[in-house]
């Protein structure tokens, strides 16, 4: 699977990851580095999501940056040459995703680029890098997960400023016009990021529906359509620093090798 891992600096730490990293990063810039298959939605992205039960550490890249993602990431990014030393993992801390909720980051082509960190759920510490960035008028996942964030925000102990970016109109498609994942969750009669059932459905024909039949809204590809527009954002990203290139092996090859 090639993802994109982009790179959300970190603006100002929550007070409990504060309180942790204070002293330990050495002068790094911090990324928190979201693993994505949709880097042409960037534009609209409005958090980030973490696992507030997950376990992320701070790894060093260079003298100059450090990544936030799990240590299962951080251990496939040193076998792709994306720290200084090939095959080595330098841990900076470890940190509990609860403690990271409340950082405020700087989001990449956004159109809003001042986002905060929020606690979903069902983030997967087997996918990705554990860091998920929230595009949701393109992401079922990530717009149910958000107005349930808005719905209960006492609940889940967070600020509702945090959640108060609205869904932004990035991409056009024939069918849900121009806000694909809450049109979705609307007909699929979806009430809660739990409904696993429908979302996966929901998922999946944003995905093809995005890919086979969108057209961008925004950005420095507007009018193209997304599958062109999708490894341009991607590229563009990556000149700038912005992003890297993360891929993740499949189960099943590594178990055939082993
Ligand atoms: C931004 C984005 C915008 C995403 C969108 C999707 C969509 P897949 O297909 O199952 O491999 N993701 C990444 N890591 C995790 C994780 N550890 N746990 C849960 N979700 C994760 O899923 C890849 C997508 O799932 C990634 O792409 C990420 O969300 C999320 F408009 O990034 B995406 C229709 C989907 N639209």
Same mark, same amino acid.
């Given at each position: 699977?090639?993802?994109?891992?982009?790179?959300?600096?970190?603006?100002?730490?929550?007070?409990?990851?504060?309180?942790?990293?204070?002293?330990?990063?050495?002068?790094?810039?911090?990324?928190?580095?979201?693993?994505?298959?949709?880097?042409?939605?960037?534009?609209?992205?409005?958090?980030?999501?973490?696992? @507030?039960?997950?376990? %992320?550490?701070?790894?060093?890249?260079?003298?100059?940056?450090?990544?936030?993602?799990?240590?299962?990431?951080?251990?496939?990014?040193?076998?792709?040459?994306?720290?200084?030393?090939?095959? &080595?993992? $330098?841990?900076?801390?470890?940190?509990?995703?609860?403690?990271?909720?409340?950082?405020? /980051? $700087?989001?990449?082509?956004?159109?809003? @680029?001042?986002?905060?960190?929020?606690?979903?759920?069902?983030?997967?510490?087997?996918?990705? #890098?554990?860091?998920?960035?929230?595009?949701?008028?393109?992401?079922?996942?990530?717009?149910? #997960?958000?107005?349930?964030?808005?719905?209960?925000?006492?609940? %889940?102990?967070?600020?509702?400023?945090?959640?108060?970016?609205?869904? /932004? @109109?990035?991409?056009?498609?024939? #069918?849900?016009?121009?806000?694909?994942?809450?049109?979705?969750?609307?007909?699929?009669?979806?009430?809660?990021?739990?409904?696993?059932?429908?979302? !996966?459905?929901?998922?999946?024909?944003?995905?093809? &529906?995005?890919?086979?039949?969108? #057209?961008?809204?925004?950005?420095?590809?507007?009018?193209?359509?997304?599958?062109?527009?999708?490894?341009?954002?991607?590229?563009?990203? /990556?000149?700038?620093?912005?992003?890297?290139?993360?891929?993740?092996?499949?189960?099943?090859? /590594?178990?055939?090798? !082993?």
């Amino acid at each position: 699977q090639e993802y994109t891992g982009i790179k959300m600096a970190v603006v100002q730490w929550s007070d409990a990851a504060k309180a942790e990293v204070e002293g330990k990063v050495g002068g790094r810039g911090v990324f928190l580095v979201a693993a994505t298959l949709r880097p042409e939605t960037m534009y609209g992205q409005t958090n980030c999501f973490v696992g @507030p039960a997950l376990k %992320y550490g701070v790894f060093a890249v260079s003298d100059n940056e450090a990544f936030v993602c799990t240590y299962r990431a951080a251990r496939n990014m040193a076998f792709q040459g994306i720290f200084a030393t090939r095959g &080595e993992v $330098h841990q900076l801390l470890e940190l509990d995703g609860s403690k990271l909720i409340g950082t405020k /980051i $700087h989001a990449p082509f956004a159109i809003n @680029p001042e986002v905060y960190v929020l606690p979903m759920e069902t983030v997967l510490a087997t996918k990705g #890098t554990g860091v998920v960035t929230s595009v949701p008028s393109d992401s079922p996942d990530d717009y149910a #997960t958000l107005m349930d964030l808005r719905k209960k925000a006492e609940y %889940y102990k967070i600020d509702a400023s945090w959640a108060a970016i609205d869904p /932004i @109109p990035v991409i056009s498609t024939p #069918t849900y016009g121009d806000m694909t994942a809450p049109s979705l969750v609307k007909s699929l009669k979806i009430n809660s990021p739990k409904d696993a059932k429908p979302l !996966a459905e929901a998922k999946e024909i944003a995905y093809k &529906e995005g890919f086979y039949n969108g #057209t961008m809204l925004v950005g420095e590809f507007k009018g193209e359509p997304v599958q062109e527009a999708k490894n341009k954002v991607r590229e563009s990203m /990556i000149v700038q620093n912005l992003a890297i290139a993360y891929a993740e092996p499949e189960g099943l090859v /590594i178990s055939r090798s !082993a």
